[in-house]
């Protein structure tokens, strides 16, 4: 069994994300937002199968204002990849699971 999806806050963000010690992905979304409910299993996917390589975590927009404004989040579900406090990667909009691969794989 790989690791679980965290869930982050405005109040954990910094010391989840921005001090962890491997890179994290990290899915903004909403629960009325129908896009990022057809992505959500590919966050346990992806949590599983980079497991060690990655740390995979969601952050409710909604209830989360500072941090989904500080990272400028217009749209969602928005990916973010965070590594050493910066980010280092970004993926807009619902994507299939191959997408997802693609997109992991070019930053890991």
């Known amino acids: 069994m790989g690791q679980a999806v965290s869930d982050y806050t405005d109040a954990t963000f910094e010391a989840e994300v921005l001090k962890a010690t491997t890179t994290v992905l990290v899915d903004f979304w909403a629960p009325w937002c129908g896009p990022c409910r057809l992505i959500a299993p590919f966050m346990d996917w992806a949590a599983e199968t980079y497991a060690g390589k990655l740390q995979v975590g969601k952050l409710e927009v909604d209830g989360n204002p500072a941090t989904r ?35 992991l794989d070019a930053h890991l």
Not at 81 to 101: H, M, N, S, V
Request: glycine residues 12%; aromatic residues 8%; proline residues 6%.
């Open 69 to 103: 404004d500080a990272y400028q989040v217009q749209g969602i579900p928005t990916l973010i990849l965070f590594r050493d406090g910066k980010e280092i990667g970004r993926q807009e909009g619902a994507i299939a699971k191959p997408q997802l691969q693609a997109f």
